[in-house]
C-alpha cells in the first residue's frame, strides 16, 4: 500500500491564528485527488496569544498557563461544511498526542513551530484541531461517526472543565476560523474570498514537515477583568469596593462555535477584530443563542441553561484591583466563563452574561427634619441621638444599615423614625388631618412595613395611623400628653426589631442597605456601539478567547440593597445610568469599557 503524509503545523496559541492560510500543492501526489491508502500531514498550531475586544491595543498575550499545551487531538472528515452548514461530514479518523510525544511539536502563541509529520487516511479532505481538550468532549468523539456528534453541544457544565479546573492550566482550543480546516484566503483591498480547500497530503514525511499546514486556534472560554479603585467619594456618600463576580453564565458549549458578523459588523465599518482573518465576524453562536426570550429564571430549561446568583445563594466575591492597561494587565486576577452570546431578540439580562459588583456605602451629612414644629432641620448628631449607625458628624458608619427613600432620601432607621415623627406632628397639628398629604416617609415606610407582613416576616407587624377622631380621643384620656407626644409614640411604632433582623430588602421607593452592602449590574458589551442604537445584534455576550476589561470610572449610587435576580424583561441597555465603566477585550482580542455607575 502505496503511503502518504501530512505535517501539520500547528499555531496552538489562544488562537490557531495564521496570516496566510494558503495551502502547499501536493501534486498528483496529495492526498485529495486519491481514496484509500495512508498519507503524512504536517501541522503549524498558533495560540492566540490575544483575546478579544476593542482595546488599543486590541490583542494581549495570554500567560504561561493560558498557552499550555498539553495534548492535541486532529479529527479528520471526509468533507468541508457547506455554507448553511446543511451537510454533515463523516469522521474518518482521530489521532491524538500527548506532551512528549514527537508529533506535539511546539505550538506557540501567536506562533508555533510544526509538529512531525504524522500519516492520516487519504480519504480526509478536512479537519479540527483541538487543544486540551475536555473530558466530556474526548467521551463524545470516543464513540462519534460524524461532525455533528464529535461537535455536539456540551450541556450540564461550567467554564472550569475547559480551563484545567482550580488550576487554570489547561485551556481548551478549537478552530479559531468557526468551520473546518484547511483553507485559502485571498485579500484583494475591502474584499476577502475563502475557500475551504480539501486536504493534500504527501508521499513522504519529509515532503509533509516542508509544506506544512498553518492553523489558528481560540481559547473555549471567555476572559472578564475588573478594574476599580477601593473607595469613590462623594458629595453625599463614600463608596467603598467590596468584590465583584461574573452571573448568568453557560452551562452549555460546542467544542467549535460557528463565527457570525455583529450588527456593526454588517455596517460600513466591517469587521476589524485581529484575528478574524476570514472576515466572518468577531460574534459565534452558542447551544442556547437564540430562543430564550419568555423563558422564566425558574423554568428547568433555564436551570439548565445558566448558573445565576441570587441574594440567598451569594458567591464568593473576586477582589477589584487598580486599572492597568499596561504589558503585565494579562497578570490581573481574572474570571473565565463560557461563551455565551444571543440573538437581539434575546437580549435581556437575564439571558445574557453580566458583571455583579458589590459595595459598601455611608451617606454622610445626614439632617434633621425640619416642620417649623418640634423639628428645626440642621446636622444630625448621632451621638447625641443615641444612633449608633452615625457619627456625630452626620455620617452613617462604615458597616452600619441605612435606608434609601426615594431617589435621593437617607436615613439611618432611627433618623427615620425622627422624619415620621415630624410629618405626624405636623399632620395632627393641621385643621383637616385625615386629608393632610405631607407624610412621604411615613407612607413609604409604611408600605414598606406592610410588604414584610405580606411575606410574613417575622417580629413584624403593621402599624395604623390613627384618624384624626382617634388621635384626638387619645389626648383626651391621656394615652397621649399632647400632640407631639402622640405623633413621637405612633413614630416609634415604626422602629421595628424584625426589620432590623430581616435586614437588606427593597419595596416600593424604599430600600433597606443592610451593612451599607449593595449590588451593581454591568452588562457586558463585546461589540463598541454608536450613542443612537440599542440593544442590537452583537453588541452585547462574551465570546470566546476574548477578553473583557472594565473599568470603574466612578460610582455615585449605592446600587441594589440585595442582588437582583436576573430579569427577563429587563433589556440589556435601558435609559438609565448607575455606575462608569469601561471594558476592553483583549492575544486574547482585547475588549475596554469604561462604566459609572
Known sequence: ??????????????????????????????????????????????????????????QENGTAEETKVDKIMAIFFDDHLTVANSNNPNLVSVVSWDTGDAEIGDPGQPVGKP????????????????????????????????????????????????????????????????????????????????????????????EAETNYYSVSVDRVAAKVRLFADTNYPGNSMNINTVGWTLNVTNRKYYPMSERDKTWLEGTVRGCITPFDIWKFGSYRKDPNYTGQKGTAITDASYIADYHYYTHATAPTWQNATADSTGPNASKTPALYCLEN????????????????????????????????????????????????????????????????????????????????????????????????????????????IDSLVKYNVSGVTPVTLPTAEAFKAKITDLTYSSVEDGAKQIAAEFYQAGVIAYGAAAY??????????????????????????????????????????????????????????????????????????????????????????
Not at 3 to 17: D, H, R, W
Not at 143 to 153: E, G, I, K, L, R
Not at 182 to 205: E, K, M, R
Not at 535 to 540: C, R
Open 1 to 58: 500500500m502505496k503511503k502518504k503524509y501530512f505535517l501539520m503545523c500547528a499555531l496552538a496559541g489562544f488562537m490557531f491564528a495564521s496570516c496566510s492560510e494558503s495551502l502547499p500543492d501536493g501534486g498528483d501526489d496529495g492526498g485529495g485527488g486519491n481514496t484509500g491508502g495512508d498519507a503524512w500531514v504536517s501541522l503549524n498550531i498558533q495560540t492566540a496569544g490575544t483575546t478579544k475586544a476593542l482595546h488599543d491595543p486590541d
Open 115 to 206: 509538529t512531525k509529520a504524522f500519516k492520516v487516511d487519504k480519504t480526509s479532505k478536512a479537519f479540527l484541531i483541538v487543544l486540551n481538550p475536555s473530558a466530556a468532549f474526548e467521551a463524545n468523539v470516543a464513540s462519534a461517526s460524524d461532525f455533528t456528534t464529535v461537535n455536539q453541544a456540551i450541556t450540564g457544565t461550567d467554564v472550569s472543565s475547559v480551563i484545567g479546573g482550580s488550576s487554570q492550566n489547561s485551556f481548551m482550543m478549537t478552530n479559531a476560523k468557526g468551520k473546518l480546516e484547511p483553507t485559502t484566503i485571498t485579500t484583494s483591498g475591502n474584499s476577502t474570498t475563502v475557500v475551504d480547500d480539501d486536504l493534500v497530503t504527501y508521499a513522504t514525511a519529509a
Open 341 to 448: 452570546t444571543q440573538v437581539a431578540a434575546d437580549n435581556y439580562q437575564a439571558y445574557t452574561t453580566h458583571v455583579l459588583l458589590k459595595v459598601e456605602s455611608q451617606p454622610k451629612g445626614l439632617k434633621l427634619p425640619d416642620n417649623k414644629d418640634n423639628y428645626t432641620g440642621g446636622a444630625y448628631d448621632g451621638d447625641a441621638n443615641s444612633d449608633a449607625d452615625v457619627d456625630a458628624s452626620g455620617n452613617v458608619k462604615s458597616g452600619s444599615d441605612w435606608i434609601q427613600i426615594g431617589t435621593n432620601g437617607y436615613y439611618s432607621y432611627k433618623l427615620v423614625q425622627k422624619y415620621i415623627e415630624a410629618e405626624l406632628t405636623s399632620k395632627y397639628k393641621d385643621k383637616d388631618p385625615d386629608n393632610y398629604l405631607q407624610t412621604s416617609v411615613t407612607n413609604s415606610f409604611g408600605a414598606y
Open 508 to 597: 416600593g421607593n424604599v430600600s433597606y442597605y443592610e451593612g451599607g452592602e449593595g449590588y451593581h449590574v454591568i452588562m457586558i458589551k463585546h461589540d463598541n456601539d454608536t450613542d443612537n442604537t440599542n440593544n442590537m445584534y452583537g453588541e452585547f455576550g462574551v465570546v470566546r478567547n476574548s477578553v473583557y476589561d472594565i473599568a470603574i470610572k466612578d460610582i455615585k449610587t449605592p446600587g441594589y440593597p440585595i442582588i437582583p435576580e436576573p430579569d427577563p424583561e429587563k433589556p440589556d441597555e435601558v435609559d438609565e445610568s448607575y455606575i462608569s465603566v469601561q471594558i476592553d477585550i483583549n492575544p486574547w482580542t482585547w475588549y475596554r469599557q469604561e462604566v459609572d455607575l
